[in-house]
């Protein structure tokens, strides 16, 4: 969504805002704008569109080399897509400007006070509001910039990353932070501010979470940070393990491809150092905080989005088979509304790969206030989830920029398998049955290797079925959840309507829609359900359905069956779903390439969805 970028130094600021742009297109956006100071002179644009847009308007300024600048990518929600709504905003008199994310509750009871005092809107922005608020109350008292800003955030309710400059003081930027991610990169003698960390990698690895409710003012060579209090805060810069290599596409056509191509390497840095293969135990550091109450949970709740939600829906399987814990899957965005029972010895845990989905993030604060147990699977190192959350497992994948969610997933499900384990072997599972798991688990990558090599046999099968405009996804047990991973992704970066079902469920409805134009893809591996999963075969090709079916290297019988087959390698059933992953990412991959769609970015969606 929404992306930040904010410069103050002794660089020339703006190539170091338009990288920070470029590197967060991969986020969503509809349309862009940049500010930047010199002196008295000042660049002001905004664009709608691509970024692409705002830096060919940005080249007419030809030399400009200013030191302080911000600049954001918008995804609208309070009013269209227009340059007006653009961020930067500003004040009536062009003095204050700002980049704003999140969404101001109380903007028309404050918009409606300023109206009366004299101020005049130009945009129909929530934002624009806080540009006069700050305008107001800096030039009725002459007070300093942060002092403005910290009494007007006092103003209002709701959420917000923001970054304010003045252009009477171009050697100042005051930044803020609530429940919007905003990351403080500091550098020597300047800083980088982002509301993600890839925008700052290029620069320095050295950064500062703020917290909620806290300010910082930042000039070339010091930073100070206080709350909305005006209490000082305390607060040393960590380093960011992300690599800026993986953060870039290389030879790689698309970042969505480079990114199934990482998912066994993903796989091996999530449980590099976790799988203690001799006392068939996983070693999970960041959970050793609460591992005692962890053994003594009566329920697991899991609440995550999309694909994440996905990955829990498998945990829920492999932990209720191995490790005998009930489990209970919500989407994270029905978890406030649908007042879920939470026992005292239950736990809740959120999985997610950006840590900042705002749907996770309050499901989390739901278990929060009920007082339960809280652990985390997330990827992205201090991001809000990760910070909220009680304990918890990092992915250690690095960034992952395409908007599809493909090396995360599979991380996500080898984190499940470990965490099952985790708690399986404090909760009666055999040393026989953790080695088991464990040792498979430790095959899994070298495995997805092999099934790296039929890219190109799937291309073509994508291909040869990109003109279908329906699909039916389905599987049972592990795999049913691998139905709704493949239909999601198809819809989602080929825009191809599909259905991911149970295949129990098949005659209780979706078989009506059988016909020689709806192909279906069946999930088929050789496990406990194999049998049934060959009957609905049977049953769609005797009412001349189309068939792709995945299936077990070395299962002829099922080629007999099907028009077209997928063998992954065997492994145990319960890590079938990773396996699977890979041929479903691809095969959406290439329908979506051969459809001619942005792929790493599709239309209407957001890497990070970080409002409700
Ligand atoms: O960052 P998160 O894991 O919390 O994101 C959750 C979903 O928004 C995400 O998985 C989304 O469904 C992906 N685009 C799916 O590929």
């Known amino acids: 969504m929404c992306g930040i ?145 910290r009494l007007a955030l006092q103003k209002i309710k709701g959420t917000y990353g923001l970054v304010v400059v003045d252009k009477r003081n171009p050697y100042k930027m005051v ?94 840095n999530s449980i590099r150092g976790r799988l203690d293969l001799e006392n068939g135990k996983a070693v999970l550091g960041g959970l050793s905080s609460i ?94 989830i990760s910070r909220e959350t009680g304990a918890g497992v990092y992915q250690h994948i690095g960034p992952e920029i395409g908007v599809a969610s493909t090396k995360s997933f599979v991380s996500q499900l080898s984190i499940l398998a470990l965490l099952t384990v985790y708690i399986g072997r404090k909760k009666g599972m055999s040393l026989v049955m953790g080695k088991r798991i464990l040792d498979e688990l430790s095959r899994i990558p070298e495995k997805m290797e092999r099934l790296l090599k039929l890219n190109d046999g799937i291309k073509e099968l994508a291909n040869r079925y990109a003109g279908y405009n329906n699909f039916l996804y389905m599987g049972r047990k592990y795999n049913f959840p691998m139905a709704l991973e493949g239909a999601l992704k198809i819809k989602e970066i080929a825009y191809v309507h599909a259905e991911g079902y149970a295949s129990g469920e098949m005659k209780h409805g979706p078989i009506a829609l059988i016909d020689k134009n709806f192909p279906s893809l069946i999930i088929c591996p050789q496990d406990s359900v194999y049998e049934k999963n060959i009957s609905n075969i049977e049953e769609i090709k005797a009412r001349g359905g189309i068939v792709i079916a995945i299936g077990t290297e070395g299962d002829d019988r099922i080629r007999n069956l099907v028009d077209d087959v997928i063998y992954i390698p065997k492994t145990l059933e319960m890590l079938t779903p990773i396996l699977v992953s890979l041929p479903l990412h691809l095969f959406a991959y290439h329908v979506g390439v051969k459809k001619g769609y942005d792929v790493d970015k599709p239309r209407n969606l957001a890497k990070s969805v970080t409002v409700e």
């Open 291 to 384: 591992k005692e109450d962890l053994s003594k949970i009566d329920r697991l709740h899991i609440s995550a989005c999309g694909t994440a939600y996905i990955a829990g829906l498998v945990g829920e399987y492999m932990i209720e088979e191995y490790a005998g814990v009930p489990v209970e899957v919500d989407y994270a965005s029905e978890v406030r509304y649908r007042k879920p029972i939470f026992g005292k010895r239950d736990a809740m845990l959120t999985i997610s790969q950006s840590g900042e989905t705002a749907d996770t993030l309050a499901a989390l604060y739901e278990a929060k206030e009920k007082g339960i147990l809280t652990l985390g699977i997330v990827n992205a190192v201090g991001s809000t």
């Open 5 to 149: 970028v904010g410069y103050i130094g002794k660089r020339d600021a703006i190539p170091i805002l338009m990288d920070g742009l470029k590197t967060l297109e991969y986020r969503g956006y509809d349309s862009a704008g940049l500010v930047g100071f010199k002196g008295e002179e000042v660049v002001f644009e905004k664009a709608v569109g691509r970024v692409a847009n705002l830096d060919e308007k940005i080249d007419k300024h030809g030399g400009f080399s200013g030191n302080i600048g911000i600049a954001h990518t918008r995804w609208a929600t309070h009013g269209g897509v227009t340059e007006l709504n653009a961020h930067p905003h500003t004040g009536c008199n062009q003095n204050i400007f700002l980049v704003h994310n999140g969404i101001i509750e109380n903007y028309q009871k404050i918009k409606d006070k300023l109206i009366e005092t004299g101020h005049r809107f130009y945009s129909e922005t929530d934002t624009e509001v806080l540009a006069h608020l700050i305008e107001e109350l800096r030039d009725k008292d002459n007070i300093l910039l942060e002092d403005a800003v």
């Open 175 to 268: 930044i803020a932070r609530n429940f919007s991610p905003l990351i403080l990169g500091v550098g020597k003698d300047e800083f980088i501010v982002a509301s993600d960390a890839t925008a700052i990698l290029r620069s320095t690895s050295s950064v500062i979470y703020l917290n909620d409710g806290e300010i910082a003012v930042l000039e070339p060579d010091k930073y100070r940070i206080f709350n909305i209090d005006n209490e000082q805060v305390d607060r040393t810069p960590e380093e960011l393990d992300w690599d800026i290599e993986t953060a870039k596409k290389g030879d790689f056509p698309h970042y969505m491809l480079k990114e199934i191509y990482e998912e066994p390497e993903a796989i091996k």
